[in-house]
């Protein structure tokens, strides 16, 4: 399939049981996986703006505007696989190859000179390993993010749904179904 498969690799299957099995299972996982993820930084951003945590009016109106600023966001951005490659090549970066062996040698030096923890001393060999790694990851973190945002700016935009004109023939389809 290489080059031809889309972002959305659901669109990929032909039609038949196996792809409503899997959009039913994506539906599902999106609805009971939404609150849990948007509930931290709800939490956040309520007790910065002084919010009360117990169930009132306030809270409703903020979680409600942070959903309908997520949905317009949703909906201005033309390709979501542009977004996804964004984040992949940002963050993911600096999860997987940057922090893990930085707050290592972190930690490894934490604990010189501390008697409740285990000494550990990393040998040079160790070190330079380490960070080898961080310098790989932050170049290619680099290289990967200048990539997706060049991709997000030069692919065609096309115009969102809401600004669209009564005149547009808007064509919406769930998946070929």
């Known amino acids: 399939l290489g080059d031809q498969v889309t972002d959305n690799i659901v669109l990929a299957m032909s ?7 899997v959009e039913i299972m994506l539906l599902l996982h999106l609805i009971t996986a939404y609150p849990i993820i948007t ?3 709800a939490q956040f ?23 309908a600023f997520l949905l ?3 909906e201005t951005v033309p390709s979501f696989g542009a977004i996804l490659d964004l984040v992949g090549a940002s963050t ?11 707050f290592y040698m972190k930690l490894a030096d934490a604990s010189i000179g501390r008697k409740e923890w285990v000494e550990r001393k ?4 160790e070190r330079i390993y380490c960070w080898g ?25 096309s115009v969102p749904c809401y600004m669209m004109g009564d005149a547009t023939n808007v064509t919406i389809s769930a998946g070929g179904h």
Do not use: H, K
Not at 15 to 21: A, E, F, K
């Open 133 to 157: 790694l961080i310098i790989l990851g932050i170049a290619g973190g680099v290289c990967a993010t200048v990539i997706a945002v060049n991709n997000i700016f030069s692919s065609s935009l």
């Open 15 to 21: 039609d038949g049981w196996q792809r409503i099995t």
């Open 92 to 102: 993911v970066t600096l999860l997987t190859f940057v922090f893990p062996p930085y």
């Open 122 to 125: 990393l040998p040079l060999w």
């Open 45 to 67: 951003f309520e007790q910065m703006l002084n919010i009360p945590s117990d169930f009132n009016w306030q809270r409703c109106a903020f979680r409600t505007l942070s959903v």
């Open 72 to 74: 317009f966001v949703a």
């Open 39 to 41: 509930n931290p930084p």
